[in-house]
């Protein structure tokens, strides 16, 4: 069984100041196959940042052109190995194979940073003045386990591109997929110090580097519930934090809508990578006259999946990520049907035919009411609620009556009221008629979902700083006007 003991810090290895050590159980098997470091602490993160800190001046100088060819390096040794990391995705969080966007996604992230870079206004001008935008500084970039390759390569190379210095922390159920982005751009040739890598626990590491001094700019992806935590300690030293945070969207499908492509689209949606995703239509409500055929159609797309060994290129779900997760979506799975909507679809415990392995039967509870727990709460696993509604200023009222207000979504046959409706919902990101999202369009969350955004070229400004320079009109008339 192998071993992985250490960080990466200022370009080596470096064993933990303290040598705690897990194992990390594969979610199919549910037997050991590594063992990881978990003796992150305060004094790591402490090298970290300060060899971060040491990188900071040399690499903010660094020209765009320099960057773009970095990045370039690093596309060039992440795509040399794609299919390891689709591999070692399927074995450390149970993401089939067959999910090939988890592991082919970061590069369109990769490509569109460094094609944004090559035209951005990084110096501009506004009323005769120079308007700089620089790199932040040290960024502390904070990763969940659910999309473990792509959510930390979208933080790193934005703050890259921007010019800023980082230390990452991979989530403690996917640091296998931390460590694979550190050989990655270690083999780019990125200098020491820009890239650092922490392991360990969120309460110890995490927080750490939430509270560090020496960090500026704090971009975490997680609960709402460990975001908010991020946020306080972060206020104490005054830094950026960028929150990218818990979901309860909601799919809301018209009276007049095609049912079938609507109730279609929301089984694989919402059950992709098992329900495990932040952006999942958790919630579909339906106009209470077409809610039978919804589930007619809606059960006979769930029993369309494949559950199984996630290295089987022809299963569609594998199990979620580990006995935690498995007991808490059942615990819901259980409330719910003690709350009394009807199940249509799964229910309590593993699939037939499923003896071990943490698989989730794909379940639906129809006839849900909107105050019910399954309606209000991010389960975080393949359970969808469908929940009726009796006029259209209803369904807008239900679907914003949500804490969260990270994706939306919407279908009709009538454009006109389907964009009245997706200008309604409080949502960062809306899908009309199950549109595909793209990577240079901003991603976030209004209310609870998060703070700030991330892709393309909002998302590159969470990590730039704005400087106004005056006395330089001369120079300034040669710049791009401000945008
Ligand atoms: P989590 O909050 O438990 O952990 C996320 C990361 O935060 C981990 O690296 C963890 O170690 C760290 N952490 C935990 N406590 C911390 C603390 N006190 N201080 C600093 N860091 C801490 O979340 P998870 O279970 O890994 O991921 C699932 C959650 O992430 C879901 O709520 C999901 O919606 C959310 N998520 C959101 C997005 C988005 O773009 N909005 C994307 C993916 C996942």
């Given amino acids: ?8 810090i200022d370009g080596r290895w470096t064993p933990p100041s303290d040598d705690g050590s897990k194992p990390l159980v594969d979610p199919f098997t549910q037997a050991p196959f590594a063992t990881v470091a978990t003796g992150g602490s305060a004094a790591d993160v402490d090298l970290a940042v300060r060899a971060a800190r040491r990188a900071f001046d040399g690499f903010s100088r660094v020209s765009v052109a320099d960057r773009i060819t970095l990045i370039d390096r690093i596309i060039a040794s992440y795509e040399r190995r794609v299919d390891d990391i689709a591999h070692l995705m399927a074995q450390e969080v149970g993401i089939p194979v067959s999910a090939r966007a988890q592991a082919t996604g970061p590069i369109g992230h990769m490509k569109a940073a460094r094609d944004l870079i090559a035209t951005y206004p990084f110096e501009s001008r506004l009323a005769g003045t120079i308007v700089r935008r620089e790199p932040i500084g040290v960024c502390a970039l904070i990763s969940p386990w659910n999309w473990p390759v792509q959510t930390p390569v979208i933080k790193a190379i934005y703050a890259l591109a921007a010019g800023c210095t980082m230390v990452a922390k991979p989530s403690e159920a996917s640091p296998l997929s931390g460590i694979f982005l550190a050989e990655i751009f270690a083999e780019a040739g990125v200098p020491p110090g820009v890239f650092n890598l922490v392991l360990g626990r969120g309460s ?19 609960s709402t519930g460990a975001g908010i935590k991020v946020g306080e300690s972060a206020a104490r030293s005054v830094k950026r934090v960028s929150l990218e945070l818990g979901g309860k969207s909601a799919n809301i499908v018209l009276e007049d809508a095609d049912v079938e492509k609507a109730a279609r689209w929301n ?10 995703s932040c952006h999942a239509p958790s919630r579909m409500l339906v106009h209470e006259s077409r809610m039978e055929e919804a589930i007619g159609y809606l059960v006979d797309e769930a029993s369309a999946f494949k559950l199984g060994d ?11 990520v580990n006995e ?13 049907i003690d709350e009394g909507p009807r199940l249509v679809s799964g229910g309590l415990g593993r699939p037939d035919g499923l003896d071990r392995g943490y698989f989730v039967k794909p379940t639906i509870f129809a006839d849900v009411s909107p105050d019910m727990t399954i309606a209000r709460e991010e389960v975080f696993g393949p359970v969808l609620a469908v929940i009726p509604y009796a006029n259209e200023g209803e369904a807008l009222s239900i679907a914003n009556d949500s804490p969260f207000g990270l994706g939306g979504y919407v279908f009709s046959e009538d454009r006109k009221k389907g964009y009245a409706f997706a200008s309604g919902l409080r949502a960062g990101r809306v899908c009309y008629n199950g549109e595909e999202t793209n990577s240079v369009t901003p991603m976030g969350g209004y209310k609870q979902s998060g703070i700030g955004r991330s892709m393309g070229r909002i998302g590159l400004e969470e990590y730039l700083e704005i400087k106004s320079v005056y006395g330089f009109e001369e120079e300034a008339a040669h710049l791009p006007e401000f945008s």
């Fill in 1 to 8: 069984m192998k071993h992985h003991p250490d960080h990466f």
């Fill in 204 to 222: 110890v590491v995490g927080s750490a580097l939430s509270g560090h001094p020496e960090v500026d700019m704090i971009s975490f992806t997680g």
């Fill in 267 to 276: 089984i694989k949606r919402c059950f992709f990578n098992a329900g495990q």
């Fill in 310 to 320: 996630p290295r089987d290129p022809t299963t569609t779900m594998g199990p979620v």
């Fill in 324 to 336: 935690a997760q498995f007991a808490s979506i059942q615990r819901y799975i259980g409330g719910a």
